[in-house]
Nanobody
Framework: VQLQASGGGLVQAGGSLRLSCAAS????????MAWFRQAPGKEREFVAA????????SFADSVKGRFTISRDNAKNGVYLQMNSLKPEDTAVYYC???????????????????WGQGTLVTVSS
């Protein structure tokens, strides 16, 4: 399974970006998909996830109400719409794919088997 993240860039605070993750095979329709991020000098942290079974979503408190996650099974893609961006959202964003991840485990990096290469998001103040 290969994951290719794209859509990062430089944006001013308050702006929006849409990240995309293209997956090989039929990954999106059979996996729990997630976005994580890692800022310089910090640990990788959970951002959002969407289960393949039922489409349940989960968001980190820091992005709730500003970010949305969606998937397109036909295109085998997962998307992260980021609105009202803040300088503290600056990080490398990674998409990840896991199996049938239970709701309580969606935020754990260890629940995901495959990882993309990351795309850099920089939010200027």
């Amino acid at each position: 399974v290969q994951l290719q993240a794209s859509g990062g860039g430089l944006v001013q605070a308050g702006g929006s970006l849409r990240l995309s993750c293209a997956a090989s095979l039929r990954t999106v329709s059979t996996s729990t998909m997630a976005w994580f991020r890692q800022a310089p000098g910090k640990e990788r942290e959970f951002v959002a996830a969407i289960r393949w079974r039922g489409g349940s979503t989960s968001f980190a408190d820091s992005v709730k109400g500003r970010f949305t996650i969606s998937r397109d099974n036909a295109k085998n893609g997962v998307y992260l719409q980021m609105n009202s961006l803040k300088p503290e959202d600056t990080a490398v964003y990674y998409c990840a794919a896991g199996g049938d991840v239970i709701l309580t485990a969606m935020r754990a990096p260890s629940s995901y088997t495959y990882w993309g290469q990351g795309t850099l998001v920089t939010v200027s103040s």
